[in-house]
């Protein structure tokens, strides 16, 4: 069945250094990959998504590529701060809508 | 622009009880999903509602349905609770004319314990 593997589990920073998340997708239907952040008590907050037609996306501090090829996809968050600390789920959207997710990365930055 | 709701947003249940959950989706969405996210794991898919019928479902056993009104609004039943029940259920509203839109917004969950 469809399947989504996302590392590191936990990832600890210091303020300002660069977090990377990765997730590789095992559908090769799969064309939409959103990138969830949740926070302690609260729904997954969608922070950026790409679609399979581009390869690289950018918002600010946080960029996600894909690799369709591999089916592998990263998100790269920079400068990272004390409230991007939370849990990050990866997702690849299957079949008729269905939304994937990754087993989460717990983001841990440091002041 | 309204975001999504759900309510209520605790409940207790003991096993074999049968529990309603609600959600309102964003402004202008017409289509529902439902999740399941159990402690220290991803959101698992449970169906999706567009059009008020069900346009697809997850690996989720027959006592778990839902419906959809024509508001938008929907509902997740489930009937003889299990311990395995207890998670966050999770609300995501989608929309795109034409059919259901990839983008799909959460709402902030129904923590279910079942006891």
């Known amino acids: 069945g469809e399947n989504v593997e996302q590392h590191p589990s936990t990832l600890s920073v210091q303020e300002g250094d660069s977090a990377v998340i990765k997730c590789t997708y095992s559908d090769s239907a799969s064309n939409y990959f959103p990138w969830y952040k949740q926070e302690l008590g609260k729904g997954p907050q969608l922070i950026i998504d790409?679609?399979?037609?581009?390869g690289e996306k950018k918002d600010q501090r946080i960029a996600v590529t894909l690799n369709k090829t591999a089916k592998h996809f990263s998100l790269h968050i920079t400068e990272t701060q004390p409230e991007d600390s939370a849990v990050y789920f990866c997702a690849a959207l299957t079949g008729f809508q269905k939304l994937v997710f990754g087993t989460g990365t717990r983001l841990l930055v440091s002041p | 622009e309204t975001g999504v709701t759900q309510s209520p947003t605790h409940l207790i249940k003991t096993r074999g009880q049968q529990v309603t959950l609600r959600c309102s989706s964003q402004?202008?969405?017409?289509?529902v999903s439902w999740y399941q996210q159990a402690l220290g794991q991803g959101p698992q898919f449970i169906f999706q509602?567009?059009?008020?019928?069900?346009?697809g479902r997850g690996n989720f056993p027959p006592r778990f349905s839902g419906l959809q009104f024509p508001n938008y609004s929907s509902e997740l039943n489930v009937n003889a609770l299990e311990l395995d029940d207890s998670a966050l259920y999770l609300c995501a509203s989608s929309s795109v004319a034409g059919g259901p839109s990839n983008e799909q917004f959460f709402g902030p969950g129904t923590r279910l314990t079942v006891l």
């Open positions: 402004s202008g969405h017409n289509t």
């Open positions: 509602y567009y059009r008020e019928e069900e346009n």
């Open positions: 790409i679609r399979s037609n581009v």
